[in-house]
């Protein structure tokens, strides 16, 4: 339906439709536009309510409201000479005039109305050269049905279908009010962290996984692209909203019911109920069944009594925890002495005052390495009263006379299950450090490009450091690293998404343990190399990676110890392949691994051993055949161990320790050739030859410099020859040669802004 404006809307339609269509508006921009928009002296009391509603990103303006503006635009273009260059204010005092005219209302463009409107422009940052030819342009553009032609940049299969979501949050960050680099008092840094996390609610970010009727986009997928794209700026920011809504609230949603989802996920979803994850306790990690807090039921009461029951079962290093108004608490569930398992529980912590509730004790965990912005503390409990209802009993209900009940008989399935809901936070955790390695990569890169050092002659310019093959290797094969990790961690968000909904996990929890571990693990690794690869600049504050390095190496342990971790993707493997041999039983796996190895080994020897052949090297087939024989043969001979301890009677907690460090091997092996399985899918997908060829660069070197780096192992099982290892050696360094002219490229494809690099070095 087409819409009257008044005219004083319509001055300022074209500005509004350009803003809109550029990005989302962040706070202090709105904050100013509503400030500009408040003191314009045409605008009547009705056209500011109703502009000032149009800023609200929260219920930004519908396609409705967006296509009644294309409309109005493009109906005063025939009375506006598009030859002219005239700016969008001319064109919006224009589209006033015209209105007035013809509802013969009185409107007058006085210098105070231009100025006014000028001050809006500015404010909303668009250039003087920005002409209305150029928006009637875009506006015919967008009814042609063929598009723009396609860029060979990378960077939009990097961003894909996620283009859009990526670009808002891209351009919401850069908003000075989410700066923080210069706050180093945690008391004013969580302060300041906390009313940017608040934003963040505000734009409904944290909400996305959610259902529609609690405010969200019941959009699982897409909230773990958030949190990847919101990594690219402050990581304690990062790290508080995932706590609040991936953690606090993820567990609310994913393993209360919906009495549960009516009281709370609203206030949560706009942070009107801070909430912390109370898990982890001082002596009891990454052994969650172990947990010593307690929760026993009252039938006389029909309450829980949540209690630490000595000093190091109190719970530890909880984000949120100072900022909290309520925790969901995992302890063992208790009922008349008997111990049901590990269940998680609702407990307020806090009174509308902030003070602290009776029997709950916090303290503040101090500094840390990194992420001083997250307000991380300790909690204990000391007999404190529940109610029933608290229970989140998705998986676990107890009745008003104590009778417990679960929709999953077995206790181990329950607690796995209930692990498992939880999983979106290891994926979360996997694509922000993969983030991190980008930015990382991106500062050195470029700094590399700029900076020069010694010449071959007092009269030749001095030599760019990224032209140095050292340089080159210590920072192209992570570069290639990040990019088949990206495309790995694609396809695992993807299955995730569609797993959630089938309810059949398993693959997606081990993909995602063992993606989190190696890409935590790169984060450290590859910032440390950047860091170095940038000399001293690199230690300054001022250059990014100081901040970097400290924030995310956490990562490493948090959600899991990634040694841990990386044993549940071996287990995994080994119990997938003993439920597909289930009536053969355990000799029915080795017969047929066995089968797998030995055909493996008749296509790789003898010949294939000490092919050094170019052709043969760089071979998508070559790459992905190697590194699954790793992943099969470490399956083969760990299963093989296995049996022998077992027929020693040995307990199984001593069998999976003999056998810790090669359970380690394997998860590794796995996710190595998961990710080489990932990036040439993705290639195998495109169409188009420079991207195909660009992106098989960086496959080939991750893939031979993965293999190159297990170079001792694939030489005692004789797969390589020496000199096939050596010849391995000299492709590595002919890719990075070959990298070299498109570094640049490669980096700018990751679409980071130069803001949120905050690299004074680039």
Same mark, same amino acid.
């Given at each position: ?15 509004? @439709? ?30 500011? &309510? ?60 006085? &210098? ?21 030819? $150029? ?9 042609? =049905? ?52 608040? !934003? ?44 609040? *809504? ?31 994850? &109370? ?6 990690? =990454?052994?969650?069944?172990?947990? !010593? ?10 309450? *829980? ?177 990040? @990019? ?7 396809? $695992? ?26 890409? =935590? ?24 990676? &100081? ?10 342990? *948090? ?5 841990? $971790? ?35 080994? =008749? ?11 170019? !052709? ?5 087939? *070559? ?30 907690? !001593? ?108």
């Amino acid at each position: 339906m087409k819409i009257n404006y008044s005219p004083g809307i319509l001055s300022l339609l074209p500005l509004f @439709y350009v803003g809109w269509s550029d990005s989302m508006l962040g706070p202090s921009e709105r904050n100013l536009i509503m400030e500009k928009i408040n003191k314009m002296p045409h605008l009547s009391k009705e056209d500011r &309510a109703l502009l000032n509603s149009w800023t609200d990103q929260r219920n930004p303006p519908d396609q409705h409201i967006f296509k009644s503006w294309i409309q109005a635009i493009k109906e005063n273009e025939k009375h506006f000479s598009t030859a002219k260059k005239s700016s969008l204010i001319e064109l919006g005092l224009d589209m006033a005039k015209q209105s007035s005219e013809q509802k013969n209302v009185g409107f007058q463009s006085s &210098a105070e109305v231009i100025q006014s409107l000028q001050e809006l422009e500015k404010t909303l940052g668009f250039e003087e050269s920005l002409q209305s030819s $150029l928006l009637f342009e875009t506006l015919h553009w967008q009814n042609q =049905s063929d598009g723009p032609e396609h860029s060979n940049h990378l960077g939009d299969i990097l961003d894909g279908a996620y283009a859009d979501i990526q670009g808002k949050i891209r351009q919401l960050l850069q908003d000075p009010f989410f700066r923080n680099k210069d706050i180093r008092l945690k008391e004013a840094y969580r302060e300041r962290v906390l009313a940017q996390v608040k !934003e963040l609610a505000k734009q409904g970010l944290g909400a996305y996984a959610f259902p529609k009727e609690y405010g969200g986009q019941n959009d699982p997928l897409l909230n773990t692209v958030i949190f990847e794209t919101v990594a690219l700026g402050d990581l304690s920011l990062l790290v508080k909203f995932g706590v609040q *809504f991936g953690l606090f609230g993820g567990a609310l949603y994913m393993l209360g019911t919906k009495k549960h989802h009516d009281q709370y996920l609203s206030q949560t979803a706009r942070l009107e109920l801070p909430g912390c994850f &109370a898990m982890t306790e001082t002596g009891h990690g =990454s052994n969650v069944r172990g947990l !010593e807090t307690t929760a026993k039921y009252n039938r006389e009461t029909g309450q *829980f009594t949540i209690h630490s029951p000595h000093v190091d079962a109190g719970k530890e290093y909880i984000g949120n925890a100072l900022h909290a108004k309520m925790a969901v608490v995992f302890a063992q569930l208790i009922i008349d002495e008997e111990q049901h398992g590990v269940h998680a529980f609702l407990v307020p912590l806090r009174d509308e005052q902030h003070q602290d509730l009776p029997g709950i004790k916090v303290e503040d965990n101090g500094y840390k390495v990194g992420l001083n912005g997250v307000d991380n503390g300790k909690i204990w409990f000391d007999q404190v009263q529940i109610p029933r209802e608290n229970l989140l009993d998705k998986y676990g209900s107890v009745s008003e006379d104590g009778q417990y009940s679960s929709p999953i008989k077995s206790a181990t399935k329950r607690f796995f299950t209930m692990l498992g809901a939880l999983v979106a936070g290891r994926v979360c955790i996997a694509l922000a450090s993969n983030t991190a390695s980008k930015k990382a990569l991106n500062i050195a890169i470029r700094y590399a490009l700029k900076r020069r050092q010694f010449s071959q002659s007092k009269e030749s310019e001095e030599t760019l450091i990224m032209d140095y093959p050292s340089h080159q290797h210590r920072l192209f094969p992570k570069l290639a690293k990040s @990019y088949a990790l990206h495309f790995a961690l694609n396809d $695992l968000r993807t299955m995730y998404a569609e797993k959630l909904s089938s309810g059949d996990m398993r693959k997606v929890e081990s993909l995602a343990a063992g993606l989190k571990a190696v890409a =935590s693990w790169h984060a450290r690794d590859t910032i440390q190399e950047a860091r170095e690869a940038c000399g001293g600049k690199g230690y300054l504050a001022e250059n990014g990676l &100081a901040d970097l390095k400290a924030d995310t190496d956490i990562f490493t342990t *948090f959600e899991g110890d990634n040694n841990v $971790l990386l044993q549940l993707v071996s287990k995994g493997l080994l119990t997938e392949f003993k439920e597909q041999f289930q009536d053969g039983g355990f000799m029915s796996i080795l017969r047929h691994l066995g089968d797998r190895l030995s055909t493996s080994i =008749s296509e790789a020897n003898p010949v294939s051993r000490r092919n050094t052949n170019a !052709e043969h090297l760089l071979s998508q087939e *070559f790459h992905l055949q190697a590194l699954e024989y790793r992943e099969n043969s470490l399956l083969y001979s760990l299963a093989n161990r296995m049996r022998t301890f077992i027929k020693r009677r040995l307990h199984p907690n !001593e069998t999976y320790k003999l056998v810790q460090n090669h359970m380690i091997n394997l998860a590794i092996a796995s996710i190595e050739s998961y990710c080489a399985k990932s990036i040439y899918k993705a290639i195998n997908a495109l169409d188009d030859t420079d991207q195909r060829k660009k992106l098989t660069r960086l496959a080939r070197l991750y893939c031979l410099d993965t293999i190159y780096e297990r170079r001792g192992w694939y030489l005692e099982q004789d797969y390589l020859s020496g000199s096939k290892s050596k010849a391995i050696r000299k492709q590595i360094s002919y890719l990075c040669n070959k990298i070299r002219p498109d570094a640049r490229m490669y980096v700018d494809s990751f679409n980071i802004p130069e803001v949120l690099l905050s690299a004074e070095i680039i």
